[in-house]
Structures are given as structure tokens and as C-alpha cells.
């Protein structure tokens, strides 16, 4: 068997290298807490945290104090949408709307049931084919009491992006807050939140070579209807909003990958393009039968779903054994369910049951995509055959 070849970059990704050296003396002899005060292995860690700060900032267009670190995109997104939405009196949560759509992550669709239960109404924006919604259907489900509009910046199943901008601005003119998750945007498309009406942003850096357990929430301070409250309690870290000591190492980490993916984008997604673009004209000459999922390409750069009509998903992820490659998100597998991505664009439930996610990353060859289609054609074909 040959080695087994990664494509589930939208599940995880490996640390990059230079992000795992900055990392290591806050693994080893630098091992201060960042919040001790009174002696140099504090000082140390603390100055690491504040330069992992800024490079966060950078990489966003923001501003160092309004990044808060968190855990990963999960609780970030739980702080933006229950701390939001529960922020001053949680009574009020009777009377407030928040506007999201049916494609999101469980990390928001989840913390919304949470307020639903509340009492806060929620509407669900049904997406396009493409799996898009758009900026009418937002204003059209503006109301009077609107207080949120969370859409997330690109899909972690098909990889197709939201256009946020454009829906931010008309949040902006509505006076209504605007929070995206961007745990598969950020470090692979460009994104500056000065220029646009972002106000809350959430990332995850082990969707971008940084480590698993860190993330942040960018909260722009210049919307001063932005206040928070938090949802756990402890140590009052990053303004009480992410309690608890800090993970320095993983800040740093953070960091470091906020630094490469700024330097390295440009370059990265126009060959990750290429190489995504290649997957799909491999397979699509191979093979009849196969359906890209999402935006043609308004996508991810390194992100493709593809369903095989007559094959079985699951049967054809255990054919595959020598590439590691996912029937959805990582998120909802486990649960034999068809994807409720695929479900909300469309996609026929036979059709969901033959998805593939194909996730390419930094890393990934010419070769191994190559090589990953020309497995892929074989493993169809002999389904396909078999059934006949
Ligand atoms: C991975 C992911 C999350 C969860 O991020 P964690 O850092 O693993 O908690 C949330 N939203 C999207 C879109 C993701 O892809």
C-alpha cells in the first residue's frame, strides 16, 4: 500500500513547521504563566502573547486589543453569540432577533438553539444551489429587533464563500451587530476588517497550521454596541471574556501562522487553485456521473465536495484507503445522517451519501493529487461495475 496521502484540510491541519519552532522554547524552558507579574519567565511570556497579538491584528486588519484568545473557533463562536445576544439583561433575549443560515457550523447553529430555548427568535436564510445567500435575503429578514446577523466567511463542507462585505455593510446601515465565523477564511482568503463592517470575528488556528486548542475572537471596539458578557468565570484573562491561563505556546503558534499565511497567500491559494482546479479535471475526465458541490468559484482555494452518482460514500471512503479524506465535516460525522449542507442546497439525499470532501493544503503535491485522482477513478469504476 502506497502512503496514505492528507486531504482533509478542512478537518485539521498540520502545524507548519516554523510555527511549531516558535513554539518550542514556550514548550520547554520558557515556561512562564503570561499572567505573573513579578518576575522575567512572565514578562517573557506575556511579551510572546502581545507579539502573537499583533500578528493576529495584522493578518485582519485590526487592531491588537481587540483580538481575544480563545480555545478555537467553537468558543469564540459561543462567546460572540451568547455573550452578545445575553450581554446587559438575559431577559430581554424575548424580545431579540438574530438572523444566521442553515449551512452554518454546529459551533454557531448549536449556541443558537441554546438562545432559541431562551426565547430569542432565529431565523434560518435558506441558501442558493451554490449554497450562498445574499445580501437581499438578509435585509429582507431585518427586522425592528434584530440585534445579530452571523454568517460564516466559507463553508468547512463545499468551501463556498459567503459574501460578507456586502452583508456586513447592510448590517452596518441597519445598526444591527454583524459576527462571522471565519475558521476556514482566515490565513487562506484575504480578509480586513477595518475596510469592512465586521465586527465580530472567529478563528481557529489548527485550520491554518497553527496548533489544535487555539483560536480567537476578534471584537472591533470601534462599534461601542459591542459589548459582551462573558460565559465562563474564572481568572478575568483576555478582559474576562476567555478566562483561565493563557495557552502561550499555542498563542505563539498562532502567531507565527497569522505571519506566514500573510506573507504566503497570494502565492498559496493561486496554487492551491491550480491544484484543485487539476482534481477536478482529472476526476471529471475519468468519470461520468460527478457533481461539484457549492460555488464554481467562489470557493476555497484548496477545497473541493464532489458526489458520484451510483456509488455509496461510505463504501467508497473504505476503497480509499490510502487517502485520508472525508464524506462531509469531521463535525457531524459519526452520525449517519446526510449532511445538512448538502441538504439545505439541494443535493439529493442519494447523491449527499456519495459526497467526497477532497481538503488540500500548504503541503500538498502535484503528485499526490494526482495520484488521489487516479485512486479515486479506479475505486468508482469498481463499485460502480460491481453493482451492475
Ligand atoms: C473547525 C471549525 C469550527 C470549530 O473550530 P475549533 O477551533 O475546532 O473549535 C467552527 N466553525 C467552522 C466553520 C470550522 O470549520
Redesign the pocket.
Known amino acids: 500500500m502506497t502512503r496514505c496521502i492528507y486531504l482533509d484540510h478542512?478537518a485539521t491541519t498540520p502545524i507548519d513547521p516554523r510555527a511549531l519552532d516558535a513554539m518550542l522554547p514556550y514548550l520547554r524552558e520558557a515556561c512562564g504563566n503570561a499572567s505573573s507579574k513579578t518576575h522575567a519567565f512572565g514578562w517573557q511570556a506575556n511579551e510572546a502573547v502581545e507579539k502573537a497579538r499583533a500578528q493576529v491584528a495584522r493578518l485582519l486588519g485590526a487592531s491588537s486589543r481587540e483580538v481575544v484568545f480563545t480555545s478555537?473557533?467553537?468558543?469564540s463562536?459561543n462567546v460572540a453569540l451568547i455573550g452578545y445576544m445575553t450581554a446587559g439583561d438575559p431577559s430581554l433575549l424575548k424580545n431579540k432577533h438574530v438572523i444566521t443560515q442553515q449551512t452554518e457550523?454546529p459551533?454557531?447553529l448549536d449556541p443558537l438553539r441554546v438562545l432559541e430555548r431562551q426565547g430569542c427568535e432565529v431565523t434560518y436564510l435558506q441558501p442558493d444551489e451554490h449554497g450562498q445567500v445574499s445580501v437581499n435575503q438578509v435585509r429582507d429578514a431585518l427586522r425592528a429587533n434584530t440585534a445579530l446577523v452571523s454568517i460564516?466567511a466559507a463553508?468547512?463542507e463545499i468551501g463556498v464563500l459567503q459574501p460578507i462585505e456586502a452583508i456586513a455593510a447592510v448590517c452596518g446601515e441597519a445598526g444591527v451587530l454583524f459576527h462571522t465565523?471565519a475558521?476556514?477564511a482566515v490565513g487562506k482568503i484575504p480578509i480586513d476588517m477595518k475596510g469592512t463592517g465586521i465586527d465580530l470575528l472567529?478563528l481557529?488556528g489548527?485550520?491554518f497550521y497553527a496548533p489544535k486548542g487555539v483560536?480567537a475572537l476578534v471584537v472591533r471596539s470601534r462599534t461601542p454596541r459591542t459589548r459582551l458578557s462573558p460565559i465562563l468565570f474564572g481568572g478575568g484573562q483576555e478582559k474576562g471574556l476567555s478566562p483561565g491561563t493563557l495557552n502561550v505556546p499555542g498563542v505563539v503558534g498562532l502567531g507565527a501562522a497569522c505571519e506566514i499565511a500573510q506573507e504566503e497567500l497570494p502565492e498559496e491559494s493561486a496554487r492551491l487553485i491550480a491544484l484543485r482546479e487539476r482534481l477536478y479535471g482529472a476526476l471529471g475526465s475519468g468519470l461520468d456521473g460527478v457533481h461539484q458541490n457549492g460555488h464554481p468559484t467562489d470557493r476555497l482555494p484548496g477545497t473541493s465536495s464532489f458526489s458520484f452518482e451510483g456509488v455509496d460514500g461510505a463504501a467508497l471512503l473504505i476503497s480509499l484507503n490510502a487517502l485520508a479524506v472525508s464524506s462531509g465535516s469531521a463535525?457531524s460525522s459519526g452520525t449517519s445522517d446526510p449532511s445538512h449542507v448538502l441538504k439545505a442546497i439541494g443535493v439529493s439525499e442519494q447523491l449527499a451519501r456519495s459526497t467526497v470532501r477532497f481538503g488540500l493544503g500548504r503541503f500538498t503535491t502535484e503528485e499526490e493529487v494526482e495520484e488521489a485522482a487516479r485512486q479515486v477513478i479506479g475505486a468508482v469504476k469498481q463499485l460502480r461495475g460491481r453493482r451492475l
Open positions: 478542512n478555537g473557533a467553537t468558543e463562536n457550523h459551533a454557531v460564516m463553508n468547512n465565523d475558521a476556514q472567529s481557529s489548527h485550520k483560536g463535525c
